[in-house]
T-cell receptor
Framework: EDQVTQSPEALRLQEGESSSLNCSYTVSGLRGLFWYRQDPGKGPEFLFTLYSAGEEKEKERLKATLTKKESFLHITAPKPEDSATYLCAVLQATDSWGKLQFGAGTQVVVTP | KAGVTQTPRYLIKTRGQQVTLSCSPISGHRSVSWYQQTPGQGLQFLFEYFSETQRNKGNFPGRFSGRQFSNSRSEMNVSTLELGDSALYLC????????????FGPGTRLTVT
């Protein structure tokens, strides 16, 4: 069964304490992997798209990497404003076009 | 550029009724996708429209349907509402078909009583 699993479910960090979030997937025919952040009461905000193993993308304190089985979102020296739920989504190639599946998310809380 | 707008923002309906939600994408975007978000199931893909054609569909019953107009605006309809349809319904627009980065609206909070 195709699955997208994110770990940990929740993460509490001190300001400046770097950490990594994991997104593992068991889909075949990966067309792309996306990272989003979602603040309470808002829609997800796009962060990164990764298309092939070995690819890396960076934005401020965030860095996303992709292997054949998983993706990592590294948060370097986080600040309280990085508190959010981080979602990954996998686009799988199908007969028609693609099938998009989201993970359950990792809730990150950064305390001063 | 204006972001994705969704109307209404909040809605309360009774079991058995039907509901129509509206989404206006970012100007120039031709793809609109719809999602259902609940605490238990997370974010689930409903369907995607690109240039007025449904390109992809998630695993939802036929009670959930949608359409896209020539100006790329989209509507989602849920017929014969059930209590389990209570959720946040999110719309996302993209400059290209599924696979491009998506920009989400604030969502419509639907409560079915």
């Amino acid at each position: 069964e195709d699955q997208v699993t994110q770990s940990p479910e929740a993460l509490r960090l001190q300001e400046g304490e770097s950490s990594s979030l994991n997104c593992s997937y068991t889909v075949s025919g990966l067309r792309g992997l996306f990272w989003y952040r979602q603040d309470p009461g808002k829609g997800p905000e796009f962060l990164f798209t990764l298309y092939s193993a070995g690819e890396e993308k960076e934005k401020e304190r965030l860095k996303a990497t992709l292997t054949k089985k998983e993706s990592f979102l590294h948060i370097t020296a986080p600040k309280p404003e990085d508190s959010a739920t981080y979602l990954c989504a996998v686009l799988q190639a199908t007969d028609s076009w693609g099938k998009l599946q989201f993970g359950a998310g990792t809730q990150v809380v950064v305390t001063p | 550029k204006a972001g994705v707008t969704q109307t209404p923002r909040y809605l309360i309906k009774t079991r058995g009724q039907q509901v129509t939600l509206s989404c206006s994408p970012i100007s120039g975007h031709r793809s609109v996708s719809w999602y259902q978000q609940t605490p238990g199931q997370g974010l689930q893909f409903l369907f995607e429209y690109f240039s007025e054609t449904q390109r992809n569909k998630g695993n939802f019953p036929g009670r959930f349907s949608g359409r896209q107009f020539s100006n790329s605006r989209s509507e989602m309809n849920v017929s014969t509402l059930e209590l389990g349809d209570s959720a946040l319904y999110l719309c996302a627009s993209s400059p290209g078909p599924l696979g491009y980065e998506q920009y989400f609206g604030p969502g419509t909070r639907l409560t079915v009583t």
